[in-house]
């Protein structure tokens, strides 16, 4: 996988693109007009609605910003039309430790991480030595805690 590239899932892409709207087209023109209304206020510089409208207003742009970037850089990658043996991006993985404790992970974007879901970066450690993996392959996994040892035991493209 080249690493320059935003890989992300339909999913993904779908709520970077929620977030833009909603910043471009709810937040941001609602923030132009307080800013306007402080400005017309008179003094901006203890105007404190004026001072924290503008620093609102930058954040939004550099978010606006990265979001745009984030979206034109990428690269779409649908699980469902994946079929494939080995993990790859957008696998649903499930492996096993050696105490039989199941686990399982989807690998997706870096925008769409979420570990609590069990999504991970395909940046991540744990993804990294997933990738182009088989089912019943013995992975060593370094964790900060030690390096563990999983059996991969499905994976799933859904």
Known sequence: MDSTKNYITPEGLAK????????????RPKLVEVVAWAASNGDRSE???YQYGKRRLRE???????L???IED?????????KAATVLFSA????TNEDGEEFVYQIVGEDEFDPKMGRISWKSPVAKAL??????????????AGEEFVTIEQIEYK
């Open 131 to 144: 990738l182009g993996k088989k089912v019943g392959d013995e992975v060593r996994l370094v964790k900060p």
């Open 68 to 70: 745009t970037k984030r």
């Open 16 to 27: 970077l693109k929620a977030e833009y709207h909603a910043l471009m087209h709810d937040e």
């Open 60 to 66: 939004i742009d550099r978010r606006v910003h990265f």
């Open 74 to 82: 990428a690269e779409v990658v649908d699980p469902k039309a994946m």
């Open 47 to 49: 105007n404190a609605d």
């Open 92 to 95: 649903t993985v499930t492996i």
